[in-house]
């Protein structure tokens, strides 16, 4: 599959804890995504890093990315009950692959945030 | 306000009632594209269009058509609903590339019957 494989597929933590979620992908990239759904709702783009970065941060947000492992981590620190959401990891595809589209999602991990 | 308008959000119609699924985003973007979502199975790409008149296959073509005539709009066309295309559709566009951040519509959920 050309999905990426996410990790958990659901993590239940309490408000004020981090929460770790992981992507695996399997091919090359030109970047990788991480997206927010709550429920019912479309799809919110977080942050993108790209394949030269390592690490990014924005607010509350820290991603990573291993190209070596094939590998990223989106962290989120001092959860909120607002953070009740599915997250997914978005891998986009380089040119190679890509005559412009497509990005390829990953299955999501569903976080439950308790208050 | 920047966004991307998918109408109907829910439609229940029976096998083989044309219907399209309108999209439209105010962003002036060149990139569209509509995705399916189904549990166990994630978002799924079904078309894309890099610009007007230009529109091509994603993974899951078959059974749906799309044009896209203007810019701003990208509609999804069932010329024959099945059953097994009851699933959570979704449009998104962006600036040019699919590989830049997605803007994504709320979603469709179509059932039929």
């Known amino acids: 599959s050309q999905q990426g494989e996410e990790d958990p597929q659901a993590l239940s933590i309490q408000e004020g804890e981090n929460a770790t979620m992981n992507c695996s992908y399997k091919t090359s990239i030109n970047n990788l995504q991480w997206y927010r759904q709550n429920s019912g709702r479309g799809l919110v783009h977080l942050i993108l890093?790209?394949?030269?970065?390592r690490e990014k941060h924005s607010g509350r947000l820290r991603v990573t990315l291993d190209t070596s492992k094939k590998s990223s981590s989106l962290l989120i620190t001092a959860s909120r009950a607002a953070d009740t959401a599915s997250y997914f990891c978005a891998r986009g595809a380089g040119w190679i692959y890509n005559q412009g589209g497509k990005l390829i999602f990953g299955q999501g991990t569903e976080l439950s945030v308790k208050p | 306000e920047a966004q991307v308008t998918q109408n109907p959000r829910y439609l229940i119609t029976v096998t083989g009632k044309k219907l399209t699924v309108t999209c439209s985003q105010n962003?002036?973007?060149?990139?569209m594209s509509w995705y399916r979502q189904d549990p166990g199975l994630g978002l799924r790409q079904i078309y894309y269009s890099m610009n007007v008149e230009v529109t091509d296959k994603g993974d899951v073509p078959e059974g749906y058509k799309v044009s896209r005539k203007e810019k701003r709009n990208f509609p999804l066309i069932l010329e024959s609903p099945s059953p097994n295309q009851t699933s959570l559709y979704f449009c998104?566009?962006?600036?040019?590339?699919?590989?830049?951040?997605?803007?994504f519509g709320d979603g469709t959920r179509l059932s039929i019957l």
């Open positions: 962003m002036n973007h060149e990139y």
């Open positions: 890093i790209r394949s030269n970065e």
């Open positions: 998104a566009s962006s600036y040019s590339r699919s590989n830049q951040p997605q803007h």
